[in-house]
């Protein structure tokens, strides 16, 4: 069962290293079915080169258990659980230690919308989320992740599909897996271009263009790309 589901979830994750978001088996992605459900993510500790469609594992949301799979799902399962169940809209889930994003996480710094390669994806400031208490890390460390994340970013996450959790890195959401792939992609990008453009004095994009970038593409008059 869950066969396009699985399949869309292997993709995304092979995706992950080939856009050099992930070493060895760092990164996970995931999918959502809301009618069935369930999410299907990656298992955890598979090398991707041996990664097959069928080893996806599939989970509950509502018991987060294991509904089909033989592997253990990723670690991060409780996380992706907890976004899936916070953010009514998203369909897919990706999180990556990947390089530029990840060093902002580990200053704490949330990455400042500095351009309009930034106001194109995400419509403001793409926050860090302050780092776990130890309570918080030593039970349920997963869940708690992810319900910091729910927390920091219920108001703007429809606007701006990213967060940092402070001291570990960047988690994405979107429509679907390949979505979330996209906005992890165009995340450690623009975090590449801030830690950059930050060291040249660079300031906050005018309110009015980051306005104009974003709502061509995502606002109700977007005329951005093709009909
Ligand atoms: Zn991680």
């Not at 998203?90 to 994003?101: D, F, K």
Request: with cysteine.
């Amino acid at each position: 069962m869950y066969s396009a589901l699985k399949q869309a979830v292997y993709q995304a994750n092979l995706a992950l290293p080939k856009a050099n978001l992930c070493l060895a088996t760092w990164g996970n992605a995931s999918q959502v079915d809301r009618a069935a459900g369930v999410f299907a993510i990656k298992p955890s500790g598979v090398d991707y080169n041996t990664m097959k469609p069928e080893d996806m594992v599939v989970v509950s949301l509502t018991s987060g258990q294991v509904v089909e799979g033989s592997l253990r799902p990723s670690s991060d399962t409780e996380t992706h659980l907890e976004l899936y169940r916070a953010f009514s809209e998203i369909g897919g889930v990706v999180h990556t230690h990947s390089r530029w994003a990840t060093i902002f996480a580990q200053a704490g710094r949330a990455i400042p919308a500095l351009g309009t390669t930034h106001a194109d994806t995400f419509y403001g400031a793409v926050p860090c989320v302050p780092a776990l208490t130890q309570e918080q890390v030593m039970q349920r460390y997963e869940t708690n992740t992810g319900l910091a994340i729910a927390a920091a970013c219920q108001q703007t996450y429809r606007d701006i599909p990213a967060a940092l959790v402070q001291a570990h890195g960047p988690f994405t959401w979107g429509s679907n897996a390949q979505k979330a792939v996209e906005h992890a992609i165009i995340l450690e990008e623009i975090a590449m271009m801030a830690y950059h453009s930050l060291q040249l004095g660079a300031q906050p994009v005018d309110s009015f263009l980051l306005e104009k970038h974003y709502q061509r593409k995502h606002g109700p008059n977007a005329y951005y790309g093709q009909r």
